[in-house]
């Protein structure tokens, strides 16, 4: 039997009789096919095949990374579930250290897969540096393909059909990503018989992750913040709880109490982000959209309350000189930050060349505050932020902990503070309660 690769599929020519139930024929091409990612039964099931499907690749690859024993432990029960699975850990952990020892034990052509330009980059100068060798880039307008690739998500997928047999291993970051349906081709069409996903919290509300057990081979290691102590900066979590003015006040309770009269007529239970998408679904009527119109003006009054832009002021005058991220969930929040105080702002809007530019002057200590939305949840490295503030957010607990982990890299006699700004008597309350669950050491406002 001979097994080719084309477009997402193994092709066997000339298969015995008995095959197993994953190989399907397909009537278009008069062969018997099989999904990419079925390589690797495959060969464990035809050993004596006459694989083609991959040019041999073998890399010569050696560096002086110190790996802590969590680190180790993590590669060795990886390589034991037959070079494949997820492996779990807070960001600041040292994720992309697993990564590399993982790159350096297989020895062969590998795809590194990131959400971001940011973390793409960031990858690419790591490989580059620690394996001394040349890394190629998907993304970003780059389109350079070397034994070592590190790839944009969207590069990854646009380009699965072609580049599904070109490398053996695939390293996906953010794993949890990979569990959309859109992402799940990737896992679904590359040949990659090794496959090593990294992430700080694999479970999603959607249970969509139970795909990664399917095509990644599951979770095989996890470790969590109180676990590793010893590894991360001191921290702590100061939430400060701040009041609507009058006028805000009764604008959010009148749009609140539209939007929940909508629920209760509706019998709508708000119990996740699935039964929100039910009232999203349910709105494509004039009082479904005075409702829906009536929730995001809420939103925004807590969101955007004015004090909060003085207790911002305050905590900044608290900690002046200190390396500071203010994240918000809208891009609205962070530019009226940014114009408030004069400090550069990313969003999803700003340019590549400008966000790396002002990535490198907060590293370098020419500005020391930075604001942002959600894009920054994932892909910036910097080691010596310690105070991060949170002038609005989701409920969900990974956005929580990952904005909590841009703060943890340790530094000698480093110390933490992560500020959550909360409007009293609204929504928020109970969005701050969520997304905190699990994580350890947070202090009442009061204390501040």
């Given amino acids: 039997m001979r097994m080719t690769y084309a477009r997402g599929r193994i092709i066997l020519e000339d298969p015995p009789a008995k095959i197993p139930d994953y190989v399907l024929f397909d009537e278009r091409i008069n062969r018997y096919v099989a999904e990419g990612y079925r390589y690797s039964s495959l060969r464990k099931d035809f050993p004596d095949a006459d694989d083609l499907v991959f040019k041999k690749c073998k890399l010569s ?20 579930n037959d070079h494949s699975g997820i492996v779990v850990l807070p ?4 994720k992309t250290h697993v990564g590399i020892e993982a790159i ?11 959400p971001t330009i940011e973390l ?30 590190v790839s944009t998500y969207d590069s990854a997928y646009l380009m699965a059909e072609t580049l599904g047999n070109r490398f053996q ?7 949890h990503h990979l569990a959309a349906e859109k992402y799940m081709d990737i896992a679904r069409m590359y040949a990659s018989p090794y496959r090593l996903g990294l992430t700080a919290t694999f479970e999603r509300l959607d249970m969509l992750h139970k795909n990664l057990e399917h095509f990644m081979g599951g979770k095989v ?4 913040y109180e676990e590793l102590n010893e590894f991360l900066s001191d921290y702590e979590i100061v939430r400060i709880p701040v009041e609507l003015e009058p006028e805000e006040e009764i604008e959010y309770n009148r749009n609140r109490e539209i939007f929940t009269s909508y629920l209760r007529r509706h019998r709508i239970t708000m119990r996740g982000p699935w039964d929100f998408e039910k009232f999203i679904l349910s709105s494509w009527n004039p009082e479904g959209r005075e409702a829906l119109i009536a929730w995001r003006t809420a939103r925004e009054i807590a969101f955007n309350a004015r004090v909060k832009v003085d207790t911002v002021r305050y905590v900044l005058s608290k900690h002046r000189g200190e390396k500071t991220i203010i994240f918000s969930e809208d891009t609205a929040s962070a530019y009226l930050i940014s114009r408030e105080f004069l400090i550069p702002c990313i969003t999803y809007l700003t340019p590549g060349k400008e966000r790396k530019r002002y990535f490198e002057m907060f590293r370098n200590g020419e500005i020391t505050a930075l604001t942002t939305s959600r894009v920054l949840d994932e892909g910036i490295d910097v080691p010596d932020a ?4 949170v002038l609005s957010g989701s409920g969900s607990t990974r956005q ?28 928020e309350y109970g969005t701050s309660r969520r997304r905190r669950k699990g994580v350890p050491r947070s202090v009442d406002g009061s204390k501040a």
């Fill in 61 to 80: 690859l050696a560096h002086e990374e110190k790996l802590r024993n969590y680190q180790k432990e993590a590669v060795k029960i990886w390589a034991s």
């Fill in 91 to 94: 960001t600041a952990a040292g």
């Fill in 386 to 389: 310690s105070v991060g503030i």
């Fill in 169 to 175: 291993f695939i390293l996906v970051d953010e794993a």
């Fill in 104 to 114: 350096a034990q297989v020895g062969t052509s590998t795809l590194v897969i990131a």
């Fill in 400 to 427: 929580f902990r990952q904005r909590l982990g841009r703060l943890l890299r340790p530094s000698e006699g480093k110390h933490a503070t992560f500020y959550e700004i909360i409007a009293s008597g609204t929504s």
């Fill in 120 to 149: 793409v980059q960031q990858w690419q100068e790591k490989l580059s540096k620690v394996l001394s060798i040349e890394v190629g880039q998907l993304g970003g307008g780059e389109k350079e393909i070397k034994d070592i690739t």
């Fill in 221 to 224: 290691f996890e470790l969590g």
